[in-house]
């Protein structure tokens, strides 16, 4: 028997839960483990959705919108097409631009196209759950992308098995199409709605048929999804829809609106219809969107991510200022919210790191060796700024640590006198159950240390977090969003996790 928390009451679960505890170690959108994630020293991005409707190279668009949406994931990519009778699907390893080639695109006819990129393990299992997921189901043939996490599918795909259900793969994505056909609904949007009630988690989706496109957020709105527009003199517009709006600006689409937490949204030949399949639930949206995930030019959960970043800046100069000589960001992800805190604390600006761009997939590998040589790879010190000066160092985490360390010793080898820590967000100290890669709370630095333990295991002068009281401030605007802060807090939003996973170092169940 495994036990399951079920927000903070224990209780004994059947051996379903077993599938449930793989939900967690599947990683982002549903795929299975995913060890190589777990040996580097980051938050893993999550996957990237796009869909497209009414626009004679949908493909095309879609593959545009995807390379937008790159910095979400890099491991495999998928576009389906669809011109009213046939549906095709084409998947890869790799980057979007290394498997869509021209040749590839021509392969994809259609004015309807959704698409998918991923963050995944590797292998064959890794392009078996590649998305999108085409399934020729009882309610004619939908295929499905998906990004975030479901939480309740051990229950469900066992229930489904018993049904006499056949999965072809271990994916979310799977379950939500093989609920659609088991639906005893009589329409498909009807199907559709009844499924995404029995599922819970975090998923922001797209699906196609030979005819239609849907789009749908979970309850809870945990994983961004827009809607956009792009004008046609010539007859209907095109409807376009994208984890974020980087990927509608790319596509000179105009923003219109965020599909909302619960809506389940339809575009066909007549426009677009909307419902509410779920209501009530409290919006609990996932606030490390705002500090790492999403770019700073995205427009997520209603607000500019770049504005977010730049308050928690601000807000960290205010908490935690101390007197130096420059602030330097570790780039990328902290440039945003060290431009706050430089401007906010009066301090000079510098990038005194710099970021190899070129280092990728390569070198994400398990052993130490490579690893070690990994940091290195990616950051290299600009010594001539660092040399003799009081730095302050932004960045948006500490996972295990071990790469703050680096970065510590880094800006030390090149001559800073003294090395200052601020992360922009709060110490993460429990792991993600919606759609991102996270180490158990074992592995997580700040669930097993004080500040002033991972202050002396870095070996920085100082070290400051931003206070979770500070950080939804600065992600609050008129927007009024309500945050997912679990990986802060251990305040899970739903109701499933798996125990094994939020125990402390040194813990057994
Ligand atoms: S646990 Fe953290 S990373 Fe996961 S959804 Fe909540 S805020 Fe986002």
């Not at 046939?86 to 631009?97: D, P, R």
């Not at 499924?195 to 709105?221: N, Y």
């Not at 500490?398 to 003294?418: D, F, L, N, P, Q």
């Amino acid at each position: 028997m495994t036990r399951r928390l079920y927000q903070g009451i224990e209780g004994e679960i059947d051996a379903s839960h077993a599938i449930l505890a793989e939900t967690k170690r599947k990683g982002t959108c549903g795929e299975a483990a995913v060890r190589r994630a777990r040996s580097t020293d980051k938050l893993r991005e999550e996957c990237g959705v796009v869909a497209i409707h009414g626009h004679p190279e949908a493909a095309r668009q879609a593959y545009l919108g995807l390379y937008a949406l790159q910095h979400r994931g890099q491991e495999s990519a998928g576009i389906a097409t669809a011109d009213g009778y046939h549906l095709a699907n084409i998947k890869g390893m790799g980057l979007v631009s290394e498997i869509f080639t021209d040749d590839v695109l021509a392969k994809l006819p259609g004015p309807m196209a959704i698409a998918h990129t991923r963050y995944s393990t590797t292998g064959d299992s890794a392009l078996l759950n590649a998305q999108p997921i085409r399934v020729d189901s009882t309610k004619g043939l939908i295929a499905i992308a998906h990004n975030g996490n479901l939480v309740n599918l051990g229950n469900v795909r066992a229930r489904l098995e018993r049904d006499g259900a056949y999965f072809q793969t271990t994916s979310d994505s799977e379950i939500i199409v093989q609920l659609i056909a088991h639906s005893r609904a009589s329409t498909l949007v009807d199907a559709i709605a009844d499924s995404l009630r029995q599922v819970e988690g975090a998923f922001s989706i797209v699906m196609m048929t030979r005819d239609r496109i849907f789009a749908a957020r979970d309850p809870h709105g945990f994983r961004p999804l827009s809607m956009g527009r792009m004008r046609n003199l010539d007859g209907p517009d095109t409807i376009v829809f994208a984890s974020e709006t980087c990927a509608l600006d790319l596509l000179r689409a105009e923003y219109e609106r965020d599909v909302l937490p619960g809506e389940l949204v339809m575009v066909t030949e007549d426009g677009v219809t909307s419902r509410q399949y779920s209501t009530g639930v409290p919006q609990s949206s996932c606030i490390f969107e705002h500090v790492y995930f999403a770019r700073p030019d995205s427009r997520v959960f209603g607000r500019w991510v770049q504005e977010s970043r730049d308050r928690m800046g601000r807000q960290l100069a205010r908490e935690s200022g101390v007197p130096a000589d420059l602030v330097v960001p570790v780039p990328d992800s902290g440039v945003s919210a060290a431009l706050g805190y430089a401007d906010q604390a009066g301090l000079p600006f510098r990038f005194g790191l710099i970021r190899n761009h070129y280092v990728g997939r390569t070198f994400i590998e398990p052993e130490q060796r490579v690893r070690d040589f990994g940091v290195r790879l990616k950051l290299n010190p600009v010594r001539n700024l660092l040399e003799d000066k009081r730095v302050v160092l932004i960045d948006d985490s500490i996972i295990r640590g071990t790469t703050s360390r680096k970065i510590v010793r880094m800006v030390r080898g090149a001559g800073a006198k003294e090395v200052h820590l601020r992360i922009s967000c709060p110490p993460t100290i429990s792991p993600c159950f919606y759609g991102v890669d996270t180490p158990s709370k074992r592995e997580l630095i700040a669930a097993n240390k004080s500040v002033e333990e991972i202050r002396r295991f870095i070996e920085a002068d100082s070290l400051a977090y931003l206070s979770l009281e500070g950080l939804l401030d600065c992600c609050d605007g008129e927007e009024h969003n309500g945050y997912c802060t679990a990986c802060y807090t251990g305040n899970y939003p739903t109701q499933w996790v798996d125990v094994e996973e939020i125990l402390p170092a040194g813990a057994t169940v």
